[in-house]
């Protein structure tokens, strides 16, 4: 960032350690933030999980494998979203472990608050791709998506 815009932000004062109203209201939203994102699978989930079911089941009676082979598209690519929406996640959650830290006198004196996009692009590709393919196979992402695949 250059020009004017970048002048102000660093003549901007620095935070007073420790006692900083910002950060606390940075963390209440980030972990506000964190939790919307549970909220929101779990939502979807709830929705995808009978359709699913339904599907497969009319498939199965019906003896169609277009419909197989289309509710297993739509299970896995419900399920890459959702490990993606995980991955998403975590990186806020890097956030909130920085602020955590602050707070418990852990860290730099100084804490810039309102940098959650500084913060997210942070997170190293390999660590973001590297936890959502780790997550795709926890059981609570998992089903019901892992159950309706192999049935083909």
Known sequence: MSGPDAQEISALPPVEPRKSDDLKAEYLLVQAQYEAFDQRALSMKGLATPLLGAALAFGIKERSDA?????????????????LWKGFQKNLAYRIERLEAWYRGEGPEQLTPFQIYTDWNNVPTGDRLRYVATR?????????????????
Do not use: H, K
């Not at 197989?68 to 299970?75: D, E, F, G, P, R």
């Not at 926890?138 to 019901?144: E, G, K, M, T, V």
């Open 67 to 83: 419909i197989l082979y289309a509710t297993i598209l739509v299970a896995g690519s419900l399920w890459l979203l959702e490990g």
């Open 136 to 152: 795709l196979w926890a059981p609570f992402i998992a089903l019901p998506y892992a159950v309706v695949i192999p049935t083909q």
